[in-house]
């Protein structure tokens, strides 16, 4: 299986995304600043893979802490979450995996810090697990959709690499494979950091399930040739009313697969939800360095000096999105309802697991 | 003024499209093979610019004739034309200029082949500042849809390298700058060969005129954030219909703007248009080869061995496009008529100046 993110004694061990497909190297990560950095320039990258490695990050700092009071040890944990808070805006998972720990510590304050700071590695570790088994949950629920024979457009990489482990997306068509369902993917390149090209190519290639790669803007010809069943992507954040932040390029697919007649589904798990933001209008779209488009693999591209404008993430609004395929179940609309009903359970359930 | 192709006493001089914007390199073609190769290659592309390429082609191959009957002399000529054809399947310039240059030899039968080699000479250049007149005319016709302070969104380049100068929807924009109104242009990288990134950021740059550089997946952020007022783009061939084939990606732009509630047109000489193909689903849609896709300046990109689907054109359908800007004038909706007025004033105009 494909490990993005390992938790080891010595540190967190991250595959460089950056690298593949041509080269599987390994980072070994040994503080939160290394860690931040990781995410900011996409060595880690994917919104559930990013509130792992987070939380590693975090876990990490923290060991390092030399403070013996727990406000003095919170104050330095304090500013360590906000370090891993400026690495990427717009995947909220990030938030959540800090606000988790940050719970994690405030919620043990009477304990030793030293005890703490075992707790913290223990949350981190098991979010990493409990990412993974949603992952497969959300296979489970969303394998369904697939029909044998079945062709699925997807963009970005919601797989693997983007999360723990399994993946999202992609663990809905592993698990519809592993069902013994013939599937075929056409995978969006993704541009500019060809995550699809790169990645989801490579992840599919690695396990087996039929590959095919076009550039972004081939998708809508693909559509009107009937080349397409349905198209399925992740999501980095899921604002109350059902409108999906994620990667550029997901709202032209949605709105070519309503023109097609394809449905469109999201898989996300629950901490991706943000019922606290109102609508997709809400949710801060990063916007990244001007060189991952003036560029290609280091070589100019463009006149020297021309302006770029390098939008990370759209929003798919929510009329344009059949269904959002979560590890407790499947929301559809009115979201607003769904998505609400699904996070109460979420909470009740994180409630149940911490008494 | 940027010109892409330039008829010497010596041979035909080509802008080598592929080495811009990095490098400004100038191929000199010595003959028909050249010639194709060079389209083939995308040396100079652009559906009027390879219209006249090729005529320039066929004159090049047509001078080295060894013949003394006409009969030998039109034998070998539809040879050279059959090579020429074969180059790019898409862009109905091409057999339009092919059948231009056929005509003047077969018209001209009864002259000394000597005489038909000068007169074939003559009609390619008459072909190249025929293309630049029609340019300017469309850009008086076009620049009324663009008003002062608009930001227009254009794909691919369908500028003066595109032509034989000055440009379609490029030349629109020029004649609306020319006329002193403020625009601006976004301009879509244009995945796999770069032709906005590269060709169309070059040369708006050059002329002064403010443009922006998005990767092709971002189109439709810029319109939900009202960043874009209309979209504008060249053609490769357009059916009886209205249904326009143009560049990888224009249809889902089409598909936006309807969306957005923006004006989507399209800009093209009536060399473009192909009246004898009913709709768009019978214009022959070019496939290239896969390394544009896994492979950049020559750098392995996608896993090895990866599939790939690299279709270098879509049809946009005739109910999304507002309006066919052509050199006789401004053609809408039904395109049925609209088109098959204009072209019959093209026959008649030919017919005229042919007397």
Redesign the interface.
């Known amino acids: 299986m494909i490990k993005p993110i390992q938790f080891l004694d010595s540190g967190v061990l991250l595959l460089d995304q950056t690298r593949l497909?041509?080269e599987e190297v390994y980072v070994d990560i040994k503080d939160h600043l290394a860690m931040a950095e990781a995410i900011k320039s996409m060595v880690v990258r994917g919104a559930p893979a990013i509130g792992v490695a987070a939380a590693g990050g975090i876990s990490l700092g923290a060991a390092a802490i030399r403070a013996d009071s727990f406000e003095a040890f919170y104050s330095e944990l304090e500013e360590i979450c906000a370090i891993m808070g400026n690495t990427r805006p717009t995947a909220v998972n990030l938030f959540w995996a800090i606000e988790r720990m940050k719970r994690v510590a405030a919620e043990n304050r009477s304990l030793e810090v030293d005890k703490i700071k075992k707790l913290l590695e223990a949350e981190a570790r098991r979010m990493l697990e409990e990412d993974i088994q949603h992952n497969k949950d959300m296979g489970a629920f969303g394998q369904g959709f697939i029909s044998d024979g079945d062709t699925v457009l997807t963009h970005c990489n919601a797989g693997a690499l983007a999360t723990a482990g399994f993946g999202t997306a992609l663990g809905v068509i592993r698990a519809a494979h592993l069902k013994g369902k013939r599937v075929k993917v056409?995978a969006?390149?993704?541009?500019?950091f060809?995550q699809g090209?790169?990645l989801t190519?490579?992840e599919l290639?690695t396990d087996g399930i039929?590959?095919?790669?076009?550039?972004?803007?081939?998708?809508?010809?693909?559509m009107?040739k009937g080349m397409v069943n349905l198209v399925l992507v992740g999501a980095d954040r899921i604002a109350a009313n059902g409108d999906v932040a994620n990667k550029?390029?997901t709202?032209?697919l949605a709105?070519?697969a309503k023109?097609h007649g394809l449905p469109f589904y999201v898989a996300a798990p629950t901490s991706t939800l943000d019922l606290s933001t109102t609508t997709g209008d809400d949710i801060p779209?990063e916007e990244r360095d001007r060189t991952e488009?003036?560029h290609?693999?280091g070589?100019?591209?463009?006149?020297e000096g021309?302006?770029?404008?390098?939008?990370a993430f759209?929003?798919t609004p929510n009329h344009l999105v059949h269904a959002i395929i979560t590890e407790r179940g499947v929301a559809k609309a009115p979201y607003e309802k769904s998505l609400q009903k699904i996070s109460i359970e979420d909470r009740k359930e994180a409630t149940t697991k911490s008494n």
């Open positions: 497909p041509g056409i969006d390149e993704t541009r500019p060809l090209a790169r190519a490579w290639d039929q590959v095919t790669v076009i550039s972004d803007n081939m998708a809508g010809y693909c009107s550029i390029g709202y032209p709105l070519l023109e779209i488009i003036t290609f693999q070589q100019l591209v463009t006149p021309v302006d770029v404008f390098n939008p759209d929003v």
